[in-house]
C-alpha cells in the first residue's frame, strides 16, 4: 500500500534532514536500541510505505500537509543580467 508518492518522500527526507524543525522519531527511540541517525535518535526514515525505524519495526502513515508539497528553489544571486555570481 502506498501512503506517500515518491516525489513525497525526496521532499520529506530533505525535511528530515534540514534540521529546521524536529525530525519524526520513533516512539521506542529511548529503549537503548536505537542511534543517532538522520540527524537525531531514532529518525525515521520516509518511504513510499510511510515512515519507517531502521532500528525496529515502528511505523508511521502521516506527515503534516505541508511536508509532502515541494520545497521552493533558493534564489540565485544574478549579476543583473541573468547570470549568476
Known sequence: MTIFSADEVVTLDKYQREGQMHPFTCG??????????????GAL?????????????????????????????PAIPSDGNGEPI
Open 28 to 41: 521506542n527511540r529511548g529503549d537503548g536500541n536505537h542511534r543517532d541517525m538522520g540527524g537525531d535518535l
Open 45 to 73: 526514515i520516509p518511504t513510499v510505505r510511510g515512515w519507517i525505524c531502521p532500528f525496529c519495526d515502528y511505523t508511521q502513515n502521516w506527515a503534516h500537509g505541508f511536508m509532502k508539497q515541494k520545497l521552493p528553489q
